[in-house]
């Protein structure tokens, strides 16, 4: 199956930073999602993005799908902002392979 | 629209009992999936089902069935419960092959066998 990793493993910010995570892939994909779990678990829809640019707020995301690789990116990071983030891609028979996720802490 | 349901939200097991995880959509889905959680780690796919009547085995099938009767309803039987089993489960769904596939997540069963 497809592997997908991601880096780095964990992030410690201080509030109001900027930063990049990374999301990388072995195969051509049909789709590339991310999501954020949050201290409760439950997992929330960021961004679908399987090509191009697209921003949400202070987060946004792009993907190169030719070179296999997606960004997301948080600026001027809140506390509401931790937790883990997941890229999950999905290949052409439609299931989706999860990265072992960023856990990103932002201290006040 | 509530989306897509899980229950319950906890549930403890004793080893060898069984026990269903409700799954349920009302977004006219095709394409639902159970996937499972275990620390440090991304959701591994355990079964997913492109219609009704249609399942097939994903990453980590062994100790579960599905069945899908209906296009809302997903549930996942564990015949007979595991320490190794002790997870977060999660259940998902999407408009899969009608078109767009963006995946939504029920908010997770965190199961514990003793």
């Known amino acids: 199956g497809i592997q997908v990793e991601q880096s780095p493993p964990d992030l410690i910010l201080q509030e109001g930073a900027n930063s990049t995570l990374r999301c990388n892939f072995s195969?051509?994909?049909?789709?590339l999602q991310w999501f954020h779990q949050n201290p409760w678990g439950q997992l929330i829809n960021l961004f679908y993005i399987p090509s191009g640019t697209k921003q949400n707020g202070r987060l946004s995301a792009t993907t190169v799908a030719t070179e296999r690789y997606s960004l997301l990116y948080i600026s001027s990071s809140q506390t509401t902002d931790s937790g883990v983030y997941f890229c999950a891609v999905e290949a052409r028979d439609y299931k989706l392979s999860f990265g072992a996720g960023t856990t990103v802490t932002v201290r006040a | 629209n509530a989306g897509v349901t899980q229950t319950p939200k906890f549930q403890v097991l004793k080893t060898g009992q069984s026990m269903t995880l409700q799954c349920a959509q009302d977004m006219n889905h095709e394409y639902m999936s159970w996937y499972r959680q275990d620390p440090g780690m991304g959701l591994r796919l355990i079964h997913y089902s492109v219609g009704a009547g249609i399942t097939d085995q994903g990453e980590v099938p062994n100790g579960y069935n599905v069945s899908r009767s209906t296009t809302e309803d997903f549930p996942l039987r564990l015949l007979s419960a595991a320490p190794s089993q002790t997870s977060v489960y999660f259940c998902a769904s999407s408009l899969g092959l009608q078109g767009d596939t963006e995946a939504f997540f029920g908010q997770g069963t965190r199961l514990t066998v003793v």
């Open positions: 195969d051509s994909v049909n789709n």
